[in-house]
């Protein structure tokens, strides 16, 4: 039974896969939201989309634009800092869908959230305060980004890679594997980042809760489910 969990039974898709990649697509929708929240609120710069801050970074250093490149260098340095904490602790377990090790790297993920809704509601116009909540924003991504690594080939965060997938599998010149969830997984960061335009436009007291509650329902459903292990946690 590859990839299920404990009591399903053989189908050709097994139900851990559709759960594991269900929580894929969630997480996607706080991504959108936490990357609109960057780009919109917090200096036209993004959480994850790393390339595109790598582009603004160069283009700020070439017009001698220092404040946008000490954004950009920030989010690089946060998400960074993320990867570097995330991935060794999503490394713990080896799993078929799923690990504790992957909860565990998200729930740190949620605590750098808690820290951004705190500072979002106590002082969000503050410019220096930005660049902190930037950094958390940043880091989360990065956490996010090493714990969705580990489930296999396929991304929350950082899209580029999905869309390519995509394309390549309608044309017949890619997997197959996993095409309905990258497309949903597309789908769900764009409504992320569009709810979250929204809510900064309307009503910005309520933008943290678009961020944590994909979040929070990822981490309860994945604590909910016996994942079936090909070897034990370290």
Not at 72 to 83: E, I, N, T
Not at 156 to 174: I, P
Request: aromatic share 6%; glycine share 14%.
């Amino acid at each position: 039974m590859s990839g299920d969990y404990a009591g399903a039974g053989t189908r050709s898709w097994p139900a851990g896969q559709r759960i594991r990649d269900g929580l894929v697509v969630l997480l996607a929708v706080g991504s959108g939201a936490v990357n609109v929240t960057s780009f919109l609120a917090l200096g036209t710069v993004f959480s994850s989309v790393i390339t595109g801050n790598l582009v603004l970074l160069g283009l700020a250093a070439a017009s001698t634009q220092h404040g946008p490149a000490l954004r950009s260098g920030l989010a690089l340095v946060g998400y960074s800092a993320g990867v570097f904490i995330g991935a060794p602790i999503a490394a713990r377990g080896l799993v078929k869908t799923w690990s504790p090790a992957v909860t565990a790297a998200l729930c740190a993920e949620l605590c750098l959230l808690l820290g951004f809704t705190a500072g979002w509601e106590a002082d969000r116009q503050r410019q220096g305060w930005q660049l902190v909540l930037l950094v958390l924003l940043a880091a989360a991504m990065g956490l996010q980004s090493a714990a969705v690594r580990r489930l296999g080939d396929m991304s929350s965060t950082h899209l580029t890679g999905v869309l390519a997938g995509v394309l390549a599998g309608l044309v017949g010149a890619g997997s197959s594997a996993g095409r309905w969830r990258d497309v949903s997984v597309l789908v769900a960061f764009v409504a992320g980042a569009s709810a979250g335009a929204a809510l900064i436009r309307l009503a910005p007291g309520w933008l943290p809760a678009l961020t944590l509650l994909p979040l929070g329902t990822v981490i309860a459903t994945a604590c909910m489910f016996r994942w079936e292990s090909t070897a034990s946690d370290n």
